[in-house]
């Protein structure tokens, strides 16, 4: 069995072979099922599948992680590498654009400001 953690060193060249080398090992046992193989080599079936699941999962990992880096400086990024948050956290207004205010909102803090009160204990 392959380890995410092992796999995460090694460059995109070995992934890919490790890769075709488990899919032809998991051809080769899904032959054994038909044919009526042993039942430990039916049993590996599952094992393979989640070493070939590992494998794609850690090269979509190094992929995204190499987009980003690509993408680091640019004006916009690409709308799979942003933040996926909520629709209406996306849509919300910015902390800048929430502390503006317009002329009018300006005059009236200035004309009329908010009262201070002493309370008497």
Known sequence: MVK?????????EDLLKLLAEQRKELSELHVAKVT????SKIAKIKSVRKNIARILTVH?????EGL???A????YMPKDLRAKKTRAMRR??????LSNKTSKQ???EASWPVMKYALKA
Do not use: I, M, P, Y
């Open 4 to 12: 995410a953690f092992e796999l995460r060193g090694s460059s995109k």
């Open 36 to 39: 009526g193989g042993a039942a």
């Open 60 to 64: 979509n990992q190094q992929q995204k």
């Open 68 to 70: 980003r880096k690509a």
């Open 72 to 75: 680091a400086g640019a004006k």
């Open 92 to 97: 919300a207004l910015t902390k800048a654009e």
């Open 106 to 108: 300006k005059r009236k």
